[in-house]
Nanobody, 122 residues
Framework: VQLVESGGGMVQPGGSLRLSCAAS????????MTWVRQSPGKGPQWVSA???????YYSNSVKGRFTISRDNAKNTLSLQMRGLKPEDTALYYC?????????????????WGQGTQVTVSS
């Protein structure tokens, strides 16, 4: 199983970024996928998730600003982020949701990619 995130960077408050996650080594369409973020000195925070069929879920902190999507034909997961705030600064990870886990719970770290840094600062 391999998950490779990309698309992070530094943006000003109010800006936008689009994160991508390339998945391989498993049947992508059969699994829920999630985005998790972690800031220095803080624990992981569940951000958003999407089922294999495309049902989406968002944390209250990003609802209305972030959009999760997936392309099962291309084995890719995306997170469109708009209206970014300094508190969105974190390392963002995509993760596969184990079949025994609820999709709105942070999966174990073994299921995460290597992360991509998002920094929101003026």
């Amino acid at each position: 199983v391999q998950l490779v995130e990309s698309g992070g960077g530094m943006v000003q408050p109010g800006g936008s970024l689009r994160l991508s996650c390339a998945a391989s080594g498993f049947t992508f369409s059969r699994y829920g996928m999630t985005w998790v973020r972690q800031s220095p000195g803080k624990g992981p925070q569940w951000v958003s998730a999407i089922t294999g069929g495309g049902t989406t879920y968002y944390s209250n902190s990003v609802k209305g600003r972030f959009t999760i999507s997936r392309d099962n034909a291309k084995n890719t997961l995306s997170l469109q982020m708009r209206g970014l705030k300094p508190e969105d600064t974190a390392l963002y990870y995509c993760a596969r949701v184990p079949t025994t886990f609820a999709i709105t719970i942070t999966p174990p770290r073994d299921y995460w990619g290597q992360g991509t840094q998002v920094t929101v600062s003026s």
